[in-house]
C-alpha cells in the first residue's frame, strides 16, 4: 500500500483512491448529480477493493438521461488554492477528468509491476469487445 516510485509521490493506496474519485467526481459533475461520500479507505487492499467497487456502482448509478447535454454543462471545480478552474462538460471531461483519471490508473499499474505482481498491457486495457 505504501509503495512508491519517487519519495515525492504518492504512495499506491492514494493513487488507486484518487483514480476512484476522479470517476466519481466527473460522473456527478457531468451528471448534475450530488457525490455521497465514498465508500472504503486507501489503508488495506480491502479498502481499496470496497472504493472501487464503491465507485464503479456510483458511475453505473447515473443514467445517460442525466448525462445528456453535459458536453455543454458549466463545471467549476474549486482548487486547494488558488481560483477555482471553469469547463465547459466537454473539456472538463478531456482536459481534467480523463488525464486525471489514467494518471492515477497508470502510477497504480506501474507500481503494481514495480512490486512484483504478474500484471502485462492486456491487464491494463482489460477485454476488448
Known sequence: LSTKLSPDMLAFGKQVAIASEVARLAVARLGGVDLPPAQGSDGS????????????HFVEAVSPEQLAGSDERTVILPQRQGDPLHFTGETFLQQWALPNFFFHVTTAYALLRQAGVSLGKADYLGPMT
Open 45 to 56: 487492499f480491502e479498502g481499496l477493493r470496497l472504493r472501487v467497487r464503491d465507485a464503479i
